[in-house]
């Protein structure tokens, strides 16, 4: 499994905000966190890259535990999360940027490739490689927020959110790159409030309930769960 | 009546405080303008060779505070805490100034064991002076920041602070219990002996570019440019910036925050220690009160380039290094009024540009 989380439970000081969360992420598979605001998706991932540390409970990346290891530890191991709200570096250059993406590698032939082969997916991003990060739309910042997560070589890329403030066409788009990084080979752990969107191209989904996941099960079938149908896809309209 | 009383007069209170600002500044200038005038037009005082001394001696000065200055700018851009404890770093620079050279000037050399290891190998002792004395000051910064600051990273920013003039109080006392608290010589090699350099005539009186000032002001140039090609242009640079912008976005990208955040304070602590050998070397007098003004005087530096202003804080250092020396002279007062000035400077600029010279990194909410 290159992702497995058994139950494990967050607190914020006095606030408990994971309660007993087990999921697990097998290779190749899109698997998406959906809920409401505050459900705890982000904590999820935060506790995963080794920002937050689990009070109790394991996870594990092929059988190896990292409950407790350092964010940049996690990073080496190819486990990388595009953080909510894209946070790119907002002065510093688009190169730049995607630059500090590959900080853990250090192999520059390898690290020119993909660049280059992330400069041939977004040309958006080749055309504006001198300009500083900040100055780039939000559906531009998006693509950079990802292929900056896609330069530090990841086995799982751990999406925040991606479809935030986008405009639909450009959430389509950006579901679009998901996808197809995914058919290349990198497992996806994906956090939404975008429910639909997030199912429709995922193999799995767990739903998040204040702090506790309270379904799971293949896309499809959440997808047609009237209880998700009712609090997440917008009833009738789902 | 009795409630709004108080509201009425923090109202006038209001409107003194906005018209205090321009009157302030009215009064400065014209004061400026004035003294300017008599000094330069109808009293002419200084002849140019004067002006010339002054200026030499600003620029070598200020290149030492750009130094200093640096450390806090680095060290506020990626923490934003003020490191009051700069100058004691630098102090500490300059008392392995002092030993290093009284060291070598006690190892004999040559065929009658006369001649001093610092004087019969002045470049080795030199490039050995500045190494221990960087590494000294590099590791004390270090330390500072393991002790006296990573406990309290989540505390309220006051708190730090107050860390930070405690570790400055802690080490000044602990220079002088271990050093006592007498002035002392440093023993400078013969070819940077104080007084020795290039002489030259203007208005036929002689100006001297001391040797020590020359090499002071070359080293700082070097290290400066250095320095800011680390940052924009390296990895470790590239790091520091994104740690600075946003520590955990950064250690998502895998950068180790608390490891950028050491070297930074090694790095600072290596310029100031390189700032401390400077001063030894140029004022060839140490004492554990060396670095308390210096530092202060780089703080104003720093904030008047801009803090967290790589360039900002280099200019703010020449700038105030030439205004200070220059000053009085110009305004026909005093020379011990340099200090006044310096700070009167710092006055200034926070009351009519709080973001400094350069700067536009505090215009920005940073939390």
């Not at chain 1, 702090?211 to 896809?233: Q, S």
């Not at chain 2, 109808?42 to 750009?66: D, K």
């Not at chain 2, 700069?86 to 064991?113: P, Q, R, S, W």
Request: glycine fraction near 10%.
């Amino acid at each position: 499994m290159i992702l497995e989380i058994e139950n494990i439970n967050v607190h914020y000081g006095a606030i408990h905000a994971l309660k007993d969360v087990s999921f697990h992420l097998a290779e190749g598979e899109i698997v998406s966190l959906i809920g409401a605001n505050g459900a705890g998706k982000s904590t999820n991932l935060n506790t995963i890259s080794g920002i937050l540390h689990p009070t109790s409970g394991k996870i594990t990346s092929f059988g190896e535990e990292i409950t407790h290891a350092a964010p940049q530890t996690i990073v080496r191991k190819g486990i990388v999360q595009v953080p909510e709200g894209r946070k790119i570096f907002p002065s510093m250059s688009v190169w730049e940027n995607l630059e500090l993406g590959a900080y853990t590698q250090t192999n520059r032939a390898e690290i020119n490739e993909r660049m280059q082969a992330i400069f041939q997916r977004f040309p958006r991003l080749k055309e504006r490689r001198n300009q500083p990060g900040g100055t780039l739309s939000g559906g531009e910042q998006q693509m950079l927020a990802i292929a900056r997560g896609l330069m530090a070589k990841p086995r799982v890329l751990l999406l925040d959110e991606p479809s935030m403030g986008l405009a639909p066409l450009m959430v389509e788009q950006i579901f679009e790159i998901i996808r197809e990084i995914n058919q290349e080979g990198t497992s996806i752990l994906l956090v939404e409030q975008n429910a639909l969107m997030a199912l429709s191209i995922s193999d799995r989904g767990y739903v998040l309930d204040t702090g506790k996941i309270v379904l799971g099960g293949a896309a499809d079938e959440l997808l047609h769960n009237p209880m998700v149908i009712d609090a997440y896809l917008g009833g009738n309209n789902g | 009546m009795n409630e709004t009383l108080p509201i009425s007069i923090a109202r006038k209170g209001a409107n003194v405080l906005k018209y205090l600002r321009p009157v302030f500044g009215a009064v400065i200038l014209i004061f400026i303008i004035y003294r300017l005038i008599q000094t330069l037009l109808i009293q002419e005082i200084f002849g140019p060779e004067t002006w010339t001394r002054l200026v030499i001696a600003g620029m070598i000065i200020g290149s030492v505070y750009a130094l200093i200055a640096i450390g806090y700018t680095l060290v506020y851009g990626i923490l934003f805490m003020i490191n009051f404890a700069h100058g004691e770093v630098m102090m500490l620079g300059a008392y392995t100034c002092f030993f290093v050279f009284e060291a070598l000037k006690n190892i004999k050399v040559g065929a009658d064991h006369s001649l001093a290891f610092s004087n019969a190998y002045p470049v080795i002792s030199i490039i050995i002076a500045f190494i221990l004395g960087m590494s000294v000051s590099a590791l004390t910064g270090f330390l500072l920041e393991k002790v006296a600051y990573r406990p309290l990273r989540q505390a309220p920013r006051l708190v730090p602070l107050i860390s930070a003039i405690g570790a400055s109080i802690f080490l000044q006392n602990a220079a002088q219990l271990l050093f006592s608290p007498q002035l002392r010589d440093v023993a400078n090699p013969q070819i940077l002996a104080r007084g020795s350099g290039w002489k030259f005539l203007i208005n036929g009186s002689s100006v001297t570019i001391p040797y020590t000032g020359v090499f002071t002001f070359l080293l700082s140039l070097i290290l400066l440019v250095s320095l800011y090609l680390i940052v924009q242009k390296t990895k470790f640079g590239r790091a520091m910036r994104a740690v600075a912008l946003d520590k955990k976005t950064a250690s998502l990208m895998g950068i180790d925050v608390d490891k950028t955040i050491s070297l930074t304070f090694l790095i600072s602590g290596a310029l100031a220690g390189a700032a401390g050998v400077m001063w030894g070397l140029h004022n060839s007098m140490v004492y554990y009160f060396t670095g308390f003004v210096p530092g202060i005087k780089a703080f104003t530096a720093a904030v008047l380039g801009g803090i967290g202003n790589l360039p900002g804080a280099m200019l703010g250092g020449l700038f105030l290094g030439i205004i200070e020396s220059v000053g009085p002279a110009a305004l026909g007062i005093d020379f011990q009024l340099k200090d006044v000035i310096a700070f009167l400077l710092l006055i200034v600029v926070l009351t009519f540009r709080p973001s400094g010279l350069l700067g536009e990194v505090l215009a920005k909410e940073k939390v």
